[in-house]
T-cell receptor, first 116, second 113 residues
């Protein structure tokens, strides 16, 4: 019962380098999200997807791109990393819960990214 | 955008004490969720609230969905060491096809030996 799996767990980049964070879920959820967590800021939504082939911007999308080519995977890309992107990144997936429409999320364990 | 104010930001308590924290919003939510994050892990759902006025318990945890739909409360009774962590509230406005949660900034709970 893996739930939501993120890779890698840790990464150190130099300014200007690119990288991709991978998120995989095995719960057949339609919705997937990428959040970043910074001290004192809580969780801020970067991008999200409401289904395979769809993506949308969240609260802090600049400097990031995403793709959802397969339902179970949601990729977060940094084309040219900046020190301001040093953070812990969390992927989450969710599905509508019954008639209430509530979207209860399951989170991955996080990916800690440091940009020097 | 919507903002959630969560308080207190941090709490230092002794084992066995009761804990109360709350979350207030500038706008109405139709769902309130409470998550807990252990060090080095992702948030895990504790309690979900779906109706105004609803009071729901999960073991020693009790959460309430405020009548105005702009606030929610979480209480922990008789705290134990494993309660240490960061607690996040989250609110959702039901909007099919655009389901997003807004998270509070978290309450960090520390238990003093």
């Amino acid at each position: 019962n893996a739930g939501v799996t993120q890779t890698p767990k840790f990464r150190v980049l130099k300014t200007g380098q690119s990288m991709t964070l991978l998120c995989a879920q095995d719960m057949n959820h339609e919705y997937m999200y990428w959040y970043r967590q910074d001290p004192g800021m809580g969780l801020r939504l970067i991008h999200y997807s409401v289904g395979e082939g769809t993506t949308a911007k969240g609260e802090v999308p600049d400097g990031y791109n995403v793709s959802r080519l397969k339902k179970q995977n949601f990729l977060l890309g940094l084309e040219s990393a900046a020190p301001s992107q040093t953070s812990v990144y969390f992927c989450a997936s969710g599905g509508l819960q019954g008639s209430s429409g509530a979207n209860v999320l399951t989170f991955g364990a996080g990916s800690r990214l440091t940009v020097l | 955008g919507q903002q959630l104010n969560q308080s207190p930001q941090s709490m230092f308590i002794q084992e066995g004490e009761d804990v109360s924290m709350n979350c207030t919003s500038s706008s109405i939510f139709n769902t309130w969720l409470w998550y807990k994050q252990d060090p080095g892990e992702g948030p895990v759902l504790l309690i979900a609230l779906y109706k105004a006025g609803e009071l729901t318990s999960n073991g020693r945890l009790t959460a309430q969905f405020g009548i105005t739909r702009k606030d929610s409360f979480l209480n922990i009774s008789a705290s134990i060491p494993s309660d240490v962590g960061i607690y996040f509230c989250a609110g959702q406005t039901t909007n099919f096809g655009n389901e997003k949660l807004t998270f509070g900034t978290g309450t960090r709970l520390t238990i003093i030996p």
